[in-house]
Structures are given as C-alpha cells and as structure tokens.
C-alpha cells in the first residue's frame, strides 16, 4: 500500500488487541509497537525499562504515592521530581509515538497513541472488541489462567485501561464516537478483523485522494 500508514489500536482485555496489531503490521509491512514501546520510551527518556513496565497504562495516583513514587525515581529522571511518575511514563512513551510517527509508518497497540498522534492527517484510530465468552477464552488460553481468574483479569485490566485513557484523553475508552473505526473479533476472526482494518484504509486513502484532486 502506497503513502503513509499509521494505525492506533484500543482494545478491550481478551479481545486479542495485540495479535491483531501484530498481523495487520506484518500485512502492511510495518512495525508493531505495543510492549515494544517501552524499549524506546526508556532509551529517549532516560527512565529505566521496569519502571516504565510497572507504571504503563496506569492512571496517576495519589499524591501522597507519587512523591514516594518520584522519591524513589530520583536516580532516573531527577529533573521532573515535581510531576507524578506515572505522567512520566505517559509523557516518555508519549514523546515515543510521536518520534516513531514522524520517521516512518506503524502500529500502535493502546497507551493512548490515538490521542498522541490526534492532529496527524493519516492517523487510523481503531478500536476491537469481542463477545465476553471469546474474551474469556483468549485470556485463558494466552495466560494460562482458569476460567474465574480469567474473568477476574478482564475486570481489571478494562478498569485499568479505562480509567488511563480518559484520564488522558478528551474522549471516552470503548465509545464509538472516540474512534474511526469500531471492530468486534468474534464476528470476523483475528484475519477477518485485519482484513477489514486494511480495506477501510484503503477506501480512506482513496477518499483523501478524491477530495485532494477536487
């Protein structure tokens, strides 16, 4: 596919969110950034790699927390002692998208990249969910959890998620509206779901075309 690509993915715990990233990157000969995000986030900012993995995609806490937090942190990045360090992480994996987005064209799996990268003219913010016994069935297979423990994890983990995300962002996690693009897995498949990622931005593409030659 000719042009710039790049592509934000929200997804809800057990939907398969990242398998989908991976498989629609490798379909459209790009790099998928999820978890791999935090290598780049940590080498620009400074911040070491587990402490960008404990805090990633989490809302800020208490204050009494972040100085604690920002006590502790002080040895990586000491110049920000004053902001909570779970808006460090933000804004060190923030900083991340938007230099990646500026190189070249990517996937971007969650951590509110939609909203990094809101005024970029190519963006494709997508968002995917799947009926709750797929869910179930996807955590427990991925994380060799039980079916109750299983339940317990999509819980949390959309509570996280959540939570992060309108704390951040002017829009809603999960809401239609907040996205291009709202896609259900369990009615197409992981290929089903990536195919149809890719004929909407090449119906967009040819779109953009139109009213640019217009």
């Known amino acids: 596919m000719d042009g710039r690509i790049i592509v934000t993915i929200g997804r809800q715990s057990g939907s398969g969110g990242r398998r989908i990233g991976m498989k629609l990157a ?3 000969g790009v790099q998928c950034y999820d978890k791999e995000l ?4 940590a080498k620009q900012s400074g911040l070491c790699e587990e402490i960008l993995e404990t805090h990633d995609e989490r809302p800020t806490k208490s ?3 972040s100085l604690v937090m920002d006590t502790y942190s002080m040895g990586y990045h000491a110049g920000h002692i004053d902001m909570p360090m779970e808006q460090k992480v933000f804004l060190a994996q923030y900083n991340a998208i938007k230099e990646i987005a500026s190189r070249e064209s ?3 799996v969650g951590r509110c990249a939609d909203y990094a990268l809101e005024d970029d003219p190519d963006v494709v913010t997508v968002y995917i969910t799947a009926d709750e016994e797929d869910k179930i069935e996807h955590v427990m297979e991925t994380y060799e959890l039980n079916r109750d423990k299983a339940k317990d994890y999509i819980v949390k983990a959309d509570k996280r998620r959540s939570n992060f995300y309108n704390y951040y962002n002017n829009k809603k996690w999960g809401e239609a509206g907040s996205y291009d693009l709202c896609l259900n897995r369990s009615k197409l498949g992981f290929d089903g779901t990536v195919e149809a990622i890719v004929d909407f931005i090449k119906l967009r593409k040819r779109m953009q075309k139109t009213q640019a030659d217009n």
């Open 106 to 108: 990517a996937v971007f």
């Open 38 to 41: 935090i290598s780049v986030a």
């Open 63 to 65: 204050f009494l927390y």
């Open 26 to 28: 490798e379909v459209l």
